[in-house]
């Protein structure tokens, strides 16, 4: 059943028989060092000797030592009473006392060196001076205090960064309420303990010395609570006015069996539970992660300050006593404003380092709070902190319940302030017998130190140790066990039962002392502070302060990251910053600065001019970013590259410039500089070195004063002065301590600028050179290989510079495609167009003389086919295909002109007119474009006008002229214009049997134009070409008519020989335009076939031909070409082939009504194809 304690009244303890036993001595002493249970030894809880956590070893050159936490590597947060016996100007570092913090798990080697030279920092023994030190004035405002039971923080100032040591996360949130509390684990927070104080067992207390060895144990936190809280319940009453709040823990008996242990806070012993001793104080409460849900990393929650004892028989760190610590959340204010060391950054934008507008403070990333949602997170308190007038929360319960079923045995839940019943109530165990302390293990010889005692703080007399005026307590009977005091008078006669002291006895001990045998505390000023510090009024709840570099709240503008060591004589605060540059903007450096640490990251860009220095004390950390160092960066640890770029042409001291993931780039990137780096560089497989190379021997530089090891990736960047006609080399690294290791490779500047490493004791050469386009492009891909030839023959060539400077620098891919583009595909088409209109010319002719009869054509002059209507539609663009001809051909008849009367009648003048359409095979290509069918289509007209004189019915000689335009379209988006201007004289001569001879000469010209629209990079070229050659043909045929009924067949044999004198051109446009030796196209046919056509007179006539065709000339199937004033031969290109057998078909249709006859007609190349021809044409003839 579960009782209602108020705190108006008596304590359990006074109203049982068990009063007098209890009420006769409770000591609180400050603390103490770690302490274990009789199952193991002080050996056993040691940290390894060689061991840094974060915990440290204080020690003032009089003696005293406590332990401490680093939180920063400026700070160490300790307790106030190590120090609070003398002013804050004593611990100047050339003040009254010295002192210094040890964070090896062994602390005696540090301590020796410093104090033998001169105490001076040394990092290899994690041993730091100490140049200033702040404690809480709160410490000593109240007298009840004693000077370590509230208030009780400090932190110390190291002259030099603790950059090799970890720091501690302080949480300066209170634990939230547990709830009901556990029988066995109590309130549930699992802490770890850790100290280099004094040691021993839980039996005898603590019976061992100091031996400068750092000591662990575990507890469970038993409360959350003050002293008034406490000893009202114990004594039912306060016994002095000490309202705040303490984190506190007992140290449970795993036997059960001592007689002093009664359960203080109710949980049940750990298995390697401990406690705190003489050495300890100043020493973190953690939580630690792997027994706690609230947190993934291990939480300093409180800072210790001392232990409390309850009988005159029971010794200090024995069981049943406790140890007490501050909240850190109770004085978060005073922790961020005596904490030296100041996380700032810049803000966004660019703006100079000596701009004070252009920084802010940040939060420290080791500060935590619980959030709203009860998560953990980096954070600060959003209001004041309580201080020592803080009484709220508490938690846990407080008991009274020695092992057994005991008169009065009960508990009190101190968030509810209800009773609860104990837990033990087993019988009561046979006291064990008093453990005999041991013995002193030694003096601790400190060379160039007065010889101490090694035993920390000075044991607890055997008598009981009062408060000045008090009344000795005698014992009387056991009552609720051997060794228990009973003592009644001491409440009743009203004595102070509670005595709060600094130390037991009077020895001067080597410790933490918090009032040496009571001595007189530092005094307050009038201002409310020890030395005249002036305090901010402050209470619980109240709105924070504007923030200010002083108060350290994050936010503060208005000053200049430059450290500031401490002057403590003349009233200057110790101020250090870590500096962070993350948002987008460049800080420029303009002046020489001091700071602890550099960390750059995100788009932020740090300018450090020329004449400016940035040192460093502790590292230069690069995330992301940019530093360009003109002036000089000094680092007293390495500078760590992870990522980012790092460029200029100044100086970088450190040990170590370690490139792990990022840039280097000496100079600027585009310029040539040299980067100095005076110590040892570190470049990683993941690194770049970026490197501007310029004319031969001019590059940027990295300057290794001392030993570079070197890997990754080099990356090259041409600027003003390269050139790729001859091999340039340069020296990118030198190394006066050697270089080691080597590039895993360059990124090559292109496909055809390739590097090559020379490495020797102290310098990395490089050189560059073009190896041949050839080993870049397909073999496999003729147009690719001929313009590697020109290219590779053309290096150095003025003519053709530009197409090295785009070409040179760029890829594989690029270089092969940009040559497929280039593919002189014209080329074909000129010859196929060439090809074709020798055809339609041998076509025309050839109908013109097999259906030419005087009877017809005599005395006539006939228009055939619209000429120049067909002429104006095809230069207007108009496209009309051979049926369209046809058809309009026969439609408008009666718009045919028709002239008379000055024509004999041996004698015919005509005007003809057609279309022609038609393909010709393109050139070869390995990549023709996306829907390219291999075939160059064309089209065009042709306009024809002769005289005819006939010399009996069907033997005549004519003469001619013949105009034809075509257009085609070519592979690639290319294009090309045919024009031919013929004269020809043709004839027929009818011989006897049937026999007919016939011939044709043609002389002309023929006027090719070519465009091709190519690139090179993102510059556009479009290169023509306008040249005419000459043309001769002639053809010769000898057939047999033969009358079969109402059908002439013919059947015959003929030849024809043509050619065309090309000219060699050279394209105009610039860029990769080609001087083209166009080769003659020479032909020589034999055709064999049959003519059947209607006897002459017939109203309906028709003609139809069948010819098989040979070519006995073997025509080049390629062309060669270079580049416009190119040097050395010409490359070859491929032609579309050519066929040697192929067919020919012509159809023509003649009605006769009258004096007016109508002809229809269309011959066209079968199976062939490299040239495919169509002509359709049409014809109108009056007779006279």
């Not at 684990?185 to 100091?210: E, L, M, N, P, Q």
Request: proline share 5%; with cysteine; charged share 15%.
């Amino acid at each position: 059943m579960n009782k209602n304690f108020g705190h108006s009244k008596r304590s359990v303890l006074l109203r049982t028989a068990a009063a007098g036993a209890i009420a006769t001595l409770a000591l609180a002493t400050p603390a103490q060092a770690i302490v274990p249970n009789d199952n193991y030894t002080p050996a056993d809880i040691s940290d390894p000797e060689d061991s840094v956590n974060g915990i440290g070893h204080f020690f003032r050159t009089d003696g005293f030592v406590c332990t401490g936490t680093l939180i920063n590597p400026r700070a160490v947060l300790f307790a106030a009473h190590c120090v609070n016996d003398l002013p804050e100007t004593d611990y100047d570092t050339n003040g009254a006392i010295q002192s210094a913090f040890s964070f090896s798990g062994n602390s005696l080697p540090g301590f020796i060196d410093w104090i033998n030279n001169g105490y001076a920092s040394n990092p290899d023994l994690f041993v730091y001076n100490i140049s200033q030190i702040a404690y809480n004035p709160d410490s000593l405002v109240d007298p009840n205090a004693f000077g370590f039971l509230e208030g009780d923080i400090a932190v110390a100032t190291l002259s030099d960064p603790a950059a090799n040591i970890p720091t501690w996360a302080l949480l300066f949130s209170p634990l939230p309420d547990p709830g009901e509390i556990d029988d066995v684990d109590g309130t549930g927070y699992h802490v770890k303990i850790s100290g280099y104080g004094r040691s021993g067992s839980g039996t005898a207390g603590d019976t061992f010395g100091i031996d400068w060895r750092r000591k662990s144990a575990e507890n469970m936190l038993g409360a959350l609570t003050s002293f008034d809280a406490r000893n009202n319940f114990l004594f039912g009453s306060p016994f002095g006015d000490l309202p705040q709040v303490l984190y506190r823990l007992d140290f449970d008996d795993p036997d059960k069996t001592n007689e002093f242990d009664f359960n203080l806070y109710k949980d049940e012993p750990l298995e390697v539970e401990g406690t705190t001793a003489g050495g300890d104080s100043g020493g973190p409460l953690i939580l630690d992660a792997a027994n706690n849900s609230l947190s993934t990393e291990d939480l300093q929650i409180g800072v210790l300050s001392g232990g409390s004892r309850f009988f005159g028989g029971q010794v200090f760190s024995s069981y049943g006593t406790e140890s007490f610590y501050q909240p850190l959340f109770l004085f978060a204010d005073y922790i961020a404003a005596v904490n030296p060391y100041r996380y700032v950054s810049a803000k966004a934008g660019d703006g100079d380092w000596e701009d004070a507008t252009h920084w802010q403070t940040d939060l420290d990333p080791a500060y935590r709070i619980i959030d709203e949602n009860g998560n953990v997170v980096n954070g600060f308190p959003d209001t004041q902190s309580g201080g020592v007038d803080q009484s709220t929360p508490q938690f846990g319960e407080v008991c009274f319940d020695p092992e057994g079923d005991n008169l009065g045995d009960e508990c009190l839940d101190l968030a509810t302030g209800t009773g609860t019943p104990p837990v033990r109530n087993t019988p009561t165990p046979t006291p064990s017998p008093t453990a005999t302390p041991g013995s002193s293990i030694g003096v601790a010889q400190i060379p160039n130190a007065q010889a101490v005692s090694p035993t920390g703080e000075a044991q607890a007399s055997a008598t009981a140790v009062q408060a000045a005026g008090s009344p000795q307590f005698l014992a009387s009977a056991a009552i609720r066990g051997e060794g228990m005091i009973v003592e009644n008078i001491a409440i009743s006669s009203g004595a102070t039962i509670v005595e709060d002291i600094a130390i037991s006895g009077g020895a001067t001990p080597v410790g933490e002392i918090a009032i040496n045998g009571g001595a007189t505390p530092v005094a307050i000023t009038a201002n409310g502070g020890p030395e005249g510090a002036e305090e901010t009024p402050q209470a619980e709840g109240d709105p924070l302060p504007d923030p200010t570099l002083d108060n350290g709240l994050a936010g503060a503008t208005d000053f200049v990251p430059d450290n500031i060591d401490a002057d403590v004589a003349n009233g200057v605060n110790a101020r250090y910053f870590e500096v962070t540059l993350s948002q987008t903007g460049t800080t420029s450096l303009n002046s020489d600065v001091t700071i602890d640490r550099l960390n750059v990251g995100g788009t932020a860009g740090l300018m450090i001019n020329s004449g400016a220095s940035l040192s460093a004390l502790i590292d230069v950390n690069q995330t992301a970013g940019r530093i360009a160092v003109d002036g000089t960066l000094n680092s007293v640890g390495d500078y760590s590259l992870f990522s980012g770029l790092l460029s200029g042409s100044g100086t970088i001291n450190a040990p170590f410039l370690t490139n792990i993931a990022g840039g280097i780039a000496p100079g600027t990137v585009g310029t040539i500089g040299t980067l100095t780096v005076n110590g040892n560089a570190i470049l990683s497989s993941g690194s770049t070195l970026m490197i501007d190379i310029g004319a031969s021997g001019d590059s940027d530089l990295l300057a290794v004063s001392e030993e570079a090891n070197i890997g990754g990736t080099v990356v090259f960047s041409p600027i003003d002065g390269f050139q790729t006609v001859t091999p340039s080399t340069y020296r990118i690294v030198t190394a006066a301590g050697g270089v080691t290791d080597e590039f895993d490779g360059a990124a090559q500047i292109s496909a055809i600028l390739l590097s090559e490493f020379s490495y020797s004791a102290n310098a990395v050469d490089v050189t560059i050179s073009a190896q041949s386009y050839q080993n870049v492009v397909d073999a496999g891909n003729p147009v690719q290989t001929s313009f590697a030839d020109l290219m590779d023959n053309n290096r150095g060539n003025a003519a053709v510079a530009d197409l090295f400077t785009f070409l040179d620098f760029t890829d594989a891919g690029t270089i092969q495609a940009t040559f497929d583009s280039w593919a002189p595909t014209t080329e074909s088409t000129v010859q196929a167009m060439g090809q074709a209109f020798l055809g339609n010319v041998s076509d025309f002719y050839q109908n013109r003389i097999s259906l030419a009869d005087r009877s017809s054509n005599g005395g006539t002059i006939a228009v055939i086919g619209r000429p120049m209507q067909l002429a104006a539609t095809s230069l207007g663009g108009l496209a009309v295909n051979g049926a369209s001809a046809l058809s309009d051909a026969a439609a408008n008849a009666d718009d045919t002109e028709i002239r008379s009367g000055d024509v004999n009648e041996n004698m015919a003048v005509y005007l003809a007119g057609g279309f022609v359409n038609g393909d010709g095979g393109s050139m070869p290509l390995t990549n023709p474009a996306q829907g390219s069918d291999g075939e160059d289509e064309f089209d065009g007209f042709f306009i024809s006008g002769g005289l005819e004189y006939y010399f009996d019915e069907a033997s005549f000689l004519g003469i001619s002229a013949y105009y034809s335009d075509v257009d085609a379209t070519v592979a690639l988006g290319n294009s090309a214009q045919s024009k031919a201007i013929m004269g020809s004289i043709y004839g027929r001569k009818a011989m006897s049997g049937g026999l007919v001879l016939d011939g044709r000469a043609t002389l002309g010209t023929y006027n090719a134009e070519t465009l091709r629209s190519v690139s090179l990079g993102t510059q556009s070229f479009s290169l023509t070409t306008d040249d005419d050659s000459m043309v001769y043909a002639a053809e010769l045929g000898l057939s047999k008519e033969m009358e079969l009924n109402d059908v002439i067949a013919a059947p015959g044999i003929r030849a024809r020989a043509a050619k065309i004198n090309f000219s060699n051109v050279s394209e105009q446009g610039g860029g990769p335009a080609l001087t083209i030796i166009r080769p003659d196209y020479s032909s020589i046919q034999g055709l064999a076939g049959i003519e059947f056509k209607s006897k002459p007179g017939r109203k309906l006539q028709m003609r139809a031909s069948m010819n098989y065709v040979h070519e006995f000339e073997n025509n080049p199937n390629s062309f060669g070409a270079n580049f416009v004033g190119g040097n050395g031969a010409v490359a070859p290109f491929a032609l579309a082939g050519r066929d040697k057998d192929w067919g020919e078909v012509g159809i023509g249709l003649r009605y006769n009504m009258g004096n007016v006859s109508f002809d229809l007609s269309a011959d066209s190349t079968v199976g062939r194809s490299d040239v495919s021809s169509q002509v359709y044409s049409g014809a109108i003839s009056f007779r006279f």
